[in-house]
């Protein structure tokens, strides 16, 4: 990566600083922090003046009623507008005080000008009942007022049972508990401005000590950006910004490493793109033509350079080597394996139709010049297509499955064989043998690598030979193409959104 780069790379808008944001932050917080502490300071005290309020409110309307009882009996009008102004100048805040007899009418009030009349509650009234009578909640001529109703009862005949003769109102303005909140809140307000004051100065101070550092490893990046990678900056702190600045110092002494290593890295990425486009060129576009039978592929690679080898030999005179073939490493080393498996395949298949005697000449070819930790496992078959006879054989790999149409069944054929690489060529060609299958109209032969049956989902489950032999009956009526198909979306719906771990490759070939 050039100097260049990293300049275009760093490049950006300058906005608004730390020193501001962090200031902005802060202040912004206190003022959150005095709202609340408002909203909290003004709920209480406007609840707790109301309590105080109601408790003396019904003290004062019972006090009222109590001394009103034998006075509303004999209609000692005299004695009731006595007891009504007095109960009217109790305190402050309170409108006017009430008595009621049992028709509604008022028969004393603070205003003697409404004696007479009916006692009228103010549409839109909230009642709220309570032991010794209600609290009736309403505006009056654009005030918000509280009145207080207690019954006003004699002893009636029957012992116990009283009787209720009229009512007694006190009626409160909620204005003085308004004034007090107000100053209550304007005393808050004073002191908050002070500490706001107070609290903006140390947050200003504050911040331009922790900003200071930041900013000086700011202008050490940009430095660094620009292409001095020597930048070295002195550790006097011994907190997180020390912290920070000998991690800077260690970066940018590491930063001319990481550069060569890019360059190692872009190199070996280029190296495998080649290695994946000679692959590409060497792995069989689309499946032979051969008249008669219906032939299909399927090879996904687990990396961008796969280690699975598959390919169609046209032997001549109808004659077709088909072979399939798993290399035990990944990545570009599988891949050369692969590919030097394929050319010395291709060179010895051309003069002889023995599947045996073929992968024979390949150990003998290939057992020397391969690593000892690596090996090929090689199903190789040779299809007579005129009299429908199957030849195979195997180097270490996977059973070859079998479909009969007749029966509906799948069979596994596994001719003795080890792996290429593995023996030398005496003991390898010892355990080596070969098969002669014979395939009728509907039957096929499906070759694949272990991709397939160890395919695994997230739960760590195999996908199996079992799911696998399922999935070929199910779809063995169809083409070759369709039953490819049919395994590998099986295999998808199985792993779901798990990673493919290893190569997928099958090859199969079906008699119309």
């Given at each position: 990566?050039?100097?260049?780069?990293?300049?275009?790379?760093?490049?950006?808008?300058?906005?608004?600083?730390?020193?501001?944001?962090?200031?902005?932050a802060i202040i912004l917080l206190?003022?959150?922090?005095?709202?609340?502490?408002?909203?909290?300071?003004?709920?209480?005290?406007?609840?707790?003046?109301?309590?105080?309020?109601?408790?003396?409110?019904?003290?004062?309307?019972?006090?009222?009623?109590?001394?009103?009882?034998?006075?509303?009996?004999?209609?000692?009008?005299?004695?009731?507008?006595?007891?009504?102004?007095?109960?009217?100048?109790?305190?402050?805040?309170?409108?006017?005080?009430?008595?009621?007899?049992?028709?509604g009418r008022v028969l004393a009030?603070?205003?003697?000008?409404?004696?007479?009349?009916?006692?009228?509650?103010?549409?839109?009234?909230?009642?709220?009942?309570?032991?010794?009578?209600?609290?009736?909640?309403?505006?009056?001529?654009?005030?918000?007022?509280?009145?207080?109703?207690?019954?006003?009862?004699?002893?009636?005949?029957?012992?116990?049972?009283?009787?209720?003769?009229?009512?007694?109102?006190?009626?409160?303005?909620?204005?003085?508990?308004?004034?007090?909140?107000?100053?209550?809140?304007?005393?808050?307000?004073?002191?908050?401005?002070?500490?706001?004051?107070?609290?903006?100065?140390?947050?200003?101070?504050?911040?331009?000590?922790i900003i200071r550092p930041v900013?000086?490893?700011?202008?050490?990046?940009?430095?660094?950006?620009?292409?001095?990678?020597?930048?070295?900056?002195?550790?006097?702190?011994?907190?997180?910004?020390?912290?920070?600045?000998?991690?800077?110092?260690?970066?940018?002494?590491?930063?001319?490493?990481?550069?060569?290593?890019?360059?190692?890295?872009?190199?070996?990425?280029?190296?495998?793109?080649?290695?994946?486009?000679?692959?590409?060129?060497?792995?069989?576009?689309?499946?032979?033509?051969?008249?008669?039978?219906?032939?299909?592929?399927?090879?996904?690679?687990?990396?961008?350079?796969?280690?699975?080898?598959?390919?169609?030999?046209?032997?001549?005179?109808?004659?077709?080597?088909?072979?399939?073939?798993?290399?035990?490493?990944?990545?570009?080393?599988?891949?050369?394996?692969?590919?030097?498996?394929?050319?010395?395949?291709?060179?010895?298949?051309?003069?002889?139709?023995?599947?045996?005697?073929?992968?024979?000449?390949?150990?003998?070819?290939?057992?020397?010049?391969?690593?000892?930790?690596?090996?090929?496992?090689?199903?190789?078959?040779?299809?007579?297509?005129?009299?429908?006879?199957?030849?195979?054989?195997?180097?270490?790999?996977?059973?070859?499955?079998?479909?009969?149409?007749?029966?509906?069944?799948?069979?596994?054929?596994?001719?003795?064989?080890?792996?290429?690489?593995?023996?030398?060529?005496?003991?390898?060609?010892?355990?080596?043998?070969?098969?002669?299958?014979?395939?009728?109209?509907?039957?096929?032969?499906?070759?694949?690598?272990?991709?397939?049956?160890?395919?695994?989902?997230?739960?760590?489950?195999?996908?199996?030979?079992?799911?696998?032999?399922?999935?070929?009956?199910?779809?063995?009526?169809?083409?070759?193409?369709?039953?490819?198909?049919?395994?590998?979306?099986?295999?998808?719906?199985?792993?779901?959104?798990?990673?493919?771990?290893?190569?997928?490759?099958?090859?199969?070939?079906?008699?119309?």
């Amino acid at each position: 990566m050039s100097v260049s780069v990293l300049n275009s790379e760093l490049e950006f808008k300058r906005g608004f600083g730390l020193k501001f944001k962090f200031s902005l932050a802060i202040i912004l917080l206190i003022f959150i922090i005095m709202g609340l502490v408002t909203f909290v300071v003004r709920s209480r005290v406007r609840d707790t003046l109301l309590s105080q309020m109601q408790v003396k409110g019904m003290a004062l309307a019972r006090g009222l009623a109590g001394n009103a009882a034998e006075a509303l009996v004999t209609a000692d009008r005299l004695l009731l507008a006595e007891l009504v102004d007095k109960a009217g100048k109790q305190e402050e805040g309170i409108l006017y005080a009430v008595l009621v007899d049992k028709q509604g009418r008022v028969l004393a009030h603070s205003n003697f000008k409404l004696e007479g009349r009916s006692y009228q509650i103010p549409a839109g009234a909230v009642y709220e009942r309570v032991k010794a009578g209600k609290i009736i909640h309403y505006m009056l001529q654009g005030e918000e007022c509280l009145d207080f109703e207690v019954p006003i009862t004699l002893a009636g005949k029957i012992e116990n049972v009283k009787k209720t003769v009229g009512t007694a109102h006190v009626v409160y303005s909620l204005l003085p508990i308004r004034r007090l909140v107000y100053e209550t809140l304007q005393n808050i307000f004073y002191i908050a401005a002070v500490c706001l004051g107070l609290g903006i100065f140390f947050v200003l101070f504050l911040v331009s000590r922790i900003i200071r550092p930041v900013k000086q490893l700011a202008e050490a990046a940009e430095e660094v950006g620009a292409g001095n990678l020597d930048l070295e900056l002195e550790v006097r702190r011994r907190d997180e910004l020390g912290q920070l600045a000998a991690t800077f110092n260690h970066m940018a002494a590491n930063l001319k490493q990481a550069q060569v290593e890019l360059i190692v890295k872009e190199r070996l990425q280029h190296e495998m793109e080649i290695a994946q486009h000679i692959q590409n060129l060497l792995v069989p576009k689309q499946s032979p033509r051969i008249p008669g039978y219906s032939i299909s592929m399927l090879y996904r690679s687990a990396e961008e350079v796969s280690g699975d080898y598959f390919d169609f030999i046209d032997l001549g005179k109808g004659h077709w080597g088909m072979t399939i073939a798993d290399v035990s490493g990944k990545g570009v080393p599988g891949a050369l394996v692969m590919a030097q498996t394929r050319s010395v395949m291709r060179s010895i298949a051309h003069f002889n139709l023995s599947p045996a005697k073929v992968l024979s000449q390949a150990n003998l070819n290939l057992y020397r010049d391969m690593r000892d930790d690596m090996f090929v496992t090689v199903s190789y078959f040779v299809l007579d297509s005129a009299r429908r006879l199957v030849t195979l054989s195997r180097a270490g790999h996977l059973a070859a499955i079998i479909y009969r149409r007749a029966t509906k069944t799948c069979e596994l054929e596994m001719p003795t064989g080890i792996a290429i690489g593995i023996s030398d060529p005496d003991t390898f060609d010892l355990m080596l043998n070969e098969k002669k299958i014979k395939l009728n109209p509907g039957d096929f032969i499906l070759l694949y690598t272990d991709g397939v049956d160890e395919a695994c989902n997230h739960a760590q489950e195999l996908f199996g030979s079992k799911r696998l032999l399922q999935t070929i009956i199910k779809s063995a009526h169809l083409k070759a193409e369709g039953i490819i198909d049919s395994l590998d979306q099986a295999v998808q719906r199985f792993v779901g959104e798990a990673p493919q771990h290893d190569d997928i490759t099958m090859i199969l070939v079906k008699v119309e």
